[in-house]
């Protein structure tokens, strides 16, 4: 029996039994071990990769290679591939992820099963629009060719399908071309929110990947202002910067997080104001990962842990809703560092429950604070429901299941390719 915590390191949900797979043609008596999940790396922050009292399927073991072409970029895997390990092998040969998160530790399961998204959403859409195609194992045995000819409702429940059609054994990606493992990246600071939108509406015409910090304590005339970073990879270069990735490691889980008012506001003050306008090169990990750098970085909020509250909200109302949102967080005196803000594009998502959508999405770390921050969190979902958004299944552990159903209209119709033997703690929540 193990207790593993999502990445925000919550209270320990019940245990689970693990089940480690070797190999992905072997038989896997799924339906006996029902509920099941399949665990990744864990790199979701709540409960989507959590299942208390059932059994959950650790897919580490999962992690050949099974073929890669490159010429045209075309790479399959096993699902328990981690997309570091896809960027040490293509990006030598010219070839880089068409979308990365926030961190590279993550599975090609846990990928598509979250749809995850980038700071190229304008660009490149979501990573379910990058997939050829993959197998899903059912508890019934029978191994599906999902992609957009074979089985494609299948295919669309699946990704974003936050793992509960079945498990994910391999899946093919185009992976997208580069000349070397360089960003340019280009930023510079803004003052308010009204800036940011100028800025943003004239990068995402000019920029591939755009992301913006935003001061989540500063208040009044300094409500908004943040550092804007866009970036695209970096064309030819006679010379390239040289680059060593320095790897730390928080060692312990401190007494308390040393996230509180007073760190967070010298941190963000110091921040916004040695940032400069500036075009850089950036080594990928910089730009993309470098909170990869820091192993264990998810304990400096200490043992009661910390909520990411990631929400999507709709063109139409974006910019009165996000302005209000960091109005009602900079008044509650919560927050962290971590705050950022982008504008998804207009690609429609594939999955029935992919969380990326028109609209603007803000997303920032809270320490737990018990009961203060789930008022806190009330307080902003009713900005976000009255918007017309959604919340990231990705980053929660505790939106109301009538939440859930506003954002995700298609749920009744994901329910019916649900594998009668998954489960996940989320899911029983959001749909009790
Ligand atoms: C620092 C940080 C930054 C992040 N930045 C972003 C970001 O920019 N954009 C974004 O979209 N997300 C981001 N995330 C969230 C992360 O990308 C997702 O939660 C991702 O799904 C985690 O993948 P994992 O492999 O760790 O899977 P887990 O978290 O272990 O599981 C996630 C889901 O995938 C399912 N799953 C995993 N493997 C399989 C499989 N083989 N078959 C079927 N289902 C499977 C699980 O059942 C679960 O439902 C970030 C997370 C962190 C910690």
């Known amino acids: 029996m193990n207790r593993w915590p999502g990445w925000g390191r919550l209270p ?13 043609s072997a038989p896997i008596d799924l339906a006996g071990a029902a509920p099941v999940l399949a665990f990744g790396r864990g790199r979701s922050y709540g409960d989507v990769c959590q299942n208390s009292g059932g059994v959950l399927v650790d897919t580490s073991g999962l992690d050949r290679w099974m073929d890669f072409d ?85 295919f669309a429940a699946t990704i974003g399908g936050l793992g509960l059609t079945g498990l994910l054994t391999w899946a093919e990606l185009q992976l997208a071309p580069v000349c070397n493992d360089f960003m340019l990246v280009h930023t510079r600071r803004f003052r308010s929110l009204e800036e940011f939108w100028e ?59 040393l996230v509180n008012a007073v760190s967070l506001r010298a941190f963000n003050t110091l921040y916004w104001h040695r940032s400069r306008t500036q075009d850089e090169l950036l080594h990928y990990v910089a730009y993309f990962h470098p909170l990869d750098s820091i192993a264990h970085w998810n304990r400096i909020y200490g043992p009661r842990g910390f909520y990411q509250y990631q929400c999507v909200v709709p063109p139409p109302s974006m910019r009165e809703a996000v302005a209000e949102l960091l109005r ?87 329910e019916g390719y649900l594998d009668p033997a998954f489960g996940s703690d989320f899911w029983r929540r959001v749909r009790a």
Not at 12 to 22: C, D, I, N, S, T
Not at 140 to 147: A, F, W, Y
Not at 217 to 234: E, I, K, N, P, T
């Open 12 to 24: 320990a949900p019940g245990p689970a039994r693990v089940l480690r797979p070797e190999l992905r």
């Open 70 to 154: 490159p010429h045209s970029g075309v790479l399959r895997c096993e699902a328990g591939v981690r997309l570091r390990d896809i960027l040490q092998l293509a990006v030598p040969r010219g070839w880089f992820l068409p979308v990365t998160p926030g961190t590279r530790e993550v599975t090609v399961g846990g990928a598509i099963a979250n749809d995850v998204h980038g700071k190229n959403h304008h660009d490149a859409g979501s990573f379910g629009h990058h997939l050829r195609c993959f197998e899903l194992l059912r508890s019934s045995g029978e191994r599906m060719l999902c992609s957009p000819r074979h089985n494609p409702a299948w």
């Open 199 to 257: 800025i943003n509406d004239a990068c995402m015409a000019q920029w591939p990947y755009t992301v913006a910090w935003v001061d989540c304590v500063a208040r009044g005339a300094a409500q908004g202002r943040g550092v804007y970073m866009a970036a695209r990879h970096a064309p030819p270069q006679e010379r390239l910067p040289p680059w060593r990735e320095r790897r730390r490691s928080m060692p312990l889980v401190p007494p308390l997080s």
């Open 328 to 414: 009602r967080i900079a008044r509650s005196g919560q927050g962290s560092f971590l705050a950022v803000l982008k504008t998804f594009g207009e690609r429609p998502s594939l999955g029935m429950l992919s969380f990326p959508r028109p609209g603007a999405t803000l997303a920032l770390d809270f320490p737990n604070r018990g009961q203060a921050t789930t008022r806190l969190f009330e307080d902003l979902d009713a900005v976000v429901r009255q918007a017309g958004g959604a919340l990231y299944p990705a980053k929660d552990a505790r939106m109301p299941a009538a939440m859930f159903a506003a954002g995700y209209p298609q749920a009744q119709r994901f």
